[in-house]
């Protein structure tokens, strides 16, 4: 006699439970996610750092379907753009006397820093957003052309 009502609590959590997984999957935002139609154009001479910026958010929804945590895709999306972190580096080095040892104040941290060192905060953190957001907004990844996201 105690079977049937433990039986129909435990049908009524199994119900509650589903509707709230179900109800997470209407919790996406389609509308945060990156047009890729759109190419970078003339904006990439007029800013270095955009090179960076579109290919981590390139590579962020590309592998942003991992399974693993968005910590680690931010590290693998940086190591996938090195290409472009390297150029823009080197380009700052170039426009700077004294090089890549010029310390000043971080803007954001307040701790000493190098144009170097922020140039790779800016990958990183750029990173970090772009894998959260086509997650959050379940994007499309980007074409691929030749094992790579297309625009690169």
């Not at 890729?36 to 955009?50: E, L, N």
């Not at 290919?55 to 999306?77: H, I, M, P, Q």
């Amino acid at each position: 006699m105690i079977r049937k009502p433990v039986m129909a609590v435990l049908a009524l959590a199994t119900l509650g439970l589903a509707a709230c997984e179900n109800g997470h999957d209407s919790m996406a935002n389609p509308k945060i996610c990156a047009d890729f139609k759109t190419a970078p154009g003339a904006t990439a001479a007029a800013d270095p750092s955009m090179p960076v910026e579109e290919c981590t958010r390139r590579w962020a929804y590309s592998l942003a379907g991992s399974k693993d945590s968005a910590e680690v895709v931010a590290d693998a999306v940086v190591a996938a753009c090195a290409a472009q972190l390297s150029k823009w580096n080197q380009a700052s080095l170039g426009q700077s006397a004294a090089g890549s040892n010029e310390q000043a104040l971080s803007l954001t941290t307040g701790q000493p820093t190098n144009p170097l060192a922020e140039h790779s905060a800016f990958a990183q953190g750029r990173a970090l957003l772009y894998v959260v957001q086509a997650r959050a907004g379940r994007c499309k990844a980007p074409p691929i052309e030749n094992g790579a996201p297309t625009g690169l």
